[in-house]
DNA sequence: CAATCTGTAACGGTTACAATGACAGTAAGC
DNA sequence: GCTTACTGTCATTGTAACCGTTACAGATTG
């Protein structure tokens, strides 16, 4: 799996710590360990979908416009990384005569189809909002600063 | 995730199909359409955790050694993917006195190992034999030839 | 000892992914 | 209206994972 997922979550959690303050992508970038443009490139996704607002300029960046507590991680999964669970290699030959051979790709992908579900079906089970309060349920010796850096 | 796992599936249930048949890498690796190189790697996996039997020399190759009925795609899995759900990209940065910084990966690992067992616990629900079962009883007009090319 | 097979390591090409740079478009403040 | 500070997006480069392939030692048969 790719890491925009991860990104995405981790950019939404971090919105929702936030309420109400604008944060810039540089911001976000810096907390998330990455480059402003690929944080970019993610919450243009969560703009579309609606979970976020955008503002350009001066005085912009990102909020979270939704309630984080309403939002699973299944619907972000299905939005950055639905589908790539199955690898693109593909085994066997569908012109192949031998049965195994021509149709083990087919049910390979019926598999992983299956086996995505079950997990996307994990992910409906947790939200924004419930893995913001599992960072603050951490023990978390110094978690009075606020800092984002 | 890789296709060692695919390959692991498909090569299983290639010997299950064919009961009391030593079949070499290079019959297998055609069959899956790889390199004969890649048969003898993950059927390395396979021979340690005793699912299949090798035999070098003339006349050798590897020979189904358990019962396709009770082999689970679960077990194979573990065998082939355990572990590579997680994107090896991590995101935040423990050092930093953020919370959700320095928090945040480690949350998503037990996320991620939660969805990785959510998938093993589906593929539990397969076995060798089921599967070659959905293969026969996919609609195949030509099914009849049991060639293996 | 010759032929045929597994077991395993190494190398090279290709593809997917992440980091980065660049720049047009937009909004705010002066 | 100009400057500044943002987003939105594309192109390029570096890097790691993956797959195909070659090579060869070891084992077994005849």
């Not at 969560?46 to 912009?60: F, H, M, N, P, Q």
């Not at 309630?67 to 939005?79: A, H, M, N, Q, W």
């Not at 593909?90 to 049965?99: L, N, R, V």
């Amino acid at each position: 799996m790719n890491s925009e997922f991860t990104i995405a979550v981790h950019s939404l959690v971090l919105l929702a710590h936030l309420p109400d303050h604008m944060a810039t992508s540089e911001e976000i970038a810096a907390n998330v360990s990455t480059h402003s443009a690929r944080i970019r490139k993610v919450m243009g996704f969560l703009r579309k979908a609606g979970y976020v607002s955008t503002k350009e300029g001066i005085g912009g960046g990102f909020i979270l416009s939704c309630k984080p507590e309403e939002v699973t991680l299944g619907e972000i999964y299905r939005l950055t990384c639905q589908g790539t669970l199955k690898p693109s290699w593909c085994s066997g030959d569908e012109s192949k005569p031998c049965m195994i051979s021509s149709k083990m790709d087919r049910l390979m992908g019926k598999v992983f189809c299956d086996a995505e579900k079950q997990m996307e079906n994990y992910f409906e089970g947790h939200t924004i909002g419930s893995m913001l309060e599992q960072i603050r349920a951490f023990e978390c010796p110094q978690s009075n600063t606020e800092s984002l850096s």
